[in-house]
């Protein structure tokens, strides 16, 4: 239902009404049905067949931090999208990279966008780094029955965060727990690979652009051994989305940028198809 | 046992109409000008915290004057009724038109409702388009009327005289830094004609800049960079020996508020 559909043409009274700065407590107490977590489901037999995102990985450097993620979505065997993008920035310092039902993620992500940037006009102030995180947990714990019907949705949060000056990352559960990792994170189908991966090769020194090669490393371990993961297909030029946030803000990596690393891992794996070796002590 | 007098409707609409008025000419003003990348919104506050423009969308701004809770309950109406609309339908569905068709009919309701109080506003809701003739600016006043503006604009206290002198020195195309310069001249002047001076600190200022990268386009203008607008281009013109010339050497270290 939309604003001035009302009778008067008015703003209602709940639009005048002060109180809460969230949109979310709005939109619950005005329009419960648009919540994306809202609905009941009838009983299902089984798993149901939906587009489901697979892997994102994050590390931090000194500096900031990155947020990647690769571009297949999978239904069951069948490879439902191989573009399709699950890393966004959730305001001008942070960014959500989702892992899950693809539907229901990608509204989840549009309402939090939306909750992040109605408290900054509300208020006049952006939210606290952990205030955002919160607010996360606040959602995927809404989406709880549907998780528990099989439409779970898990993201992994990267910020930078202002008061402290540096990059932070903070992982789910579908309950809505949330944890801070440090250094590096991964979730989704792949993410077993793509962790062991991030741990070999993570350094607390990393400078930005070893950290960008270490995320796209990480998933190309993933979709090295994970079939819901897609590698980079240098073929059709999809390559994974890459993101960094700094001081400065949110940042994407432009498909040349992209293309660039991809080509330069994709070229050692040529001669060494199992990537970078750690030292054995 | 008292008998209420009989009041001529007219003359009922005709009090309500001046105790809006008179609460309204109290404050100071505000002016929107559309300059060649936008629009410029210029309000006399030395209040940082209090504001009188704000965003309301991505190419939406909201501009009050008058009564501060009564404009900030409609600010907030306003930024969840786009919010919601946005939400519901697409970002590019939020439109200037829309909003100020609600808040008329809003204010309009409150007027001439018996039961409640006339709000003590007048608002301006503006909207930057791809080009100049795109965008738009409405100016609402406290009976739920709307006025459709183009060029320039004031409301509040001195709107008149304001809106006066603007007209006749406002152009098409204007740089960002001229604007606000004409729009920093006419608040200057009061009533009886004097001048007084406005310095950076007292004035709140931001834009709708149709060149700004982000999807938002709304930007305050604080600090050094608020000065330097003010400063550029003075000593050539040779007009304004009022504004202050002890913030020019800040100049150098400039590039940083630039976000």
Known sequence: ?281 | MSTPFYVSPQQAMADRAEYARKGIARGRSVVVLQYTDGVVFVAENPSRALHKVSEIYDRIAFAAVGKYNEFENLRIGGVRYADLRGYTYDRDDVTARGLANVYAQTLGGIFSSAAEKPYEVELIVAEVGAGPEDDQIYRLPHDGSIVDEHGSVAIGGNADQISNYLDQRHRDGMTLSEALKLAVESLTRDNNGGERTLTAEQLEVAVLDRTRPQQRKFKRLLGRQLSRLLEEGTPAAGAEPGTEPETAPEEGGEASDES
């Open chain 1, 1 to 281: 239902m939309e604003a001035n559909t009302r009778s008067t043409g008015r703003l209602p009274a709940a639009f005048l009404t002060p109180g809460s700065s969230s949109f979310m407590d709005f939109l619950s107490a005005h329009s419960p049905q648009l919540l994306p977590g809202n609905r009941a489901l009838p009983p299902v037999q089984g798993a149901i067949e939906i587009p489901h995102g697979t892997t994102i990985v994050a590390a931090s450097f000194p500096g900031g931090v990155v947020l990647a993620g690769d571009r297949r979505a999978t239904m069951g065997n069948v490879i439902a999208q191989r573009d399709i993008e699950k890393v966004f920035p959730a305001d001008e310092y942070s960014a959500v990279g989702i892992a899950g039902t693809a539907g229901l993620a990608v509204e989840m992500v549009k309402l939090f966008q939306l909750e992040l940037e109605h408290f900054e006009k509300v208020e006049g102030v952006q939210l606290s780094l952990e205030g955002k995180a919160n607010r996360l947990s606040t959602m995927i714990r809404g989406n709880l029955g549907m998780a528990m019907q099989g439409l779970a949705v898990v993201p992994l949060f990267a910020g930078w965060d202002v008061d402290r000056q540096k990059g932070r990352i903070f992982s789910y559960d579908v309950t809505g727990g949330r944890s801070e990792e440090h250094g590096f994170a991964a979730t989704g189908s792949g993410s077993v690979f793509a962790r062991g991966a991030l741990k070999k090769l993570f350094r607390e020194d990393l400078t930005e652009g070893q950290a960008l090669t270490l995320v796209v490393q990480a998933l190309y371990d993933a979709a090295d051994d994970d079939s819901a993961t897609g590698g980079p297909d240098l073929a059709r030029r999809i390559y994974p989305i890459v993101t960094v946030i700094t001081d400065e803000g949110f940042r994407k990596l432009t498909e040349a940028q992209c293309s660039e690393i991809v080509r330069a891992v994709h070229d050692r794996r040529l001669e060494e198809p199992d990537g970078p070796r750690a030292a054995l002590l």
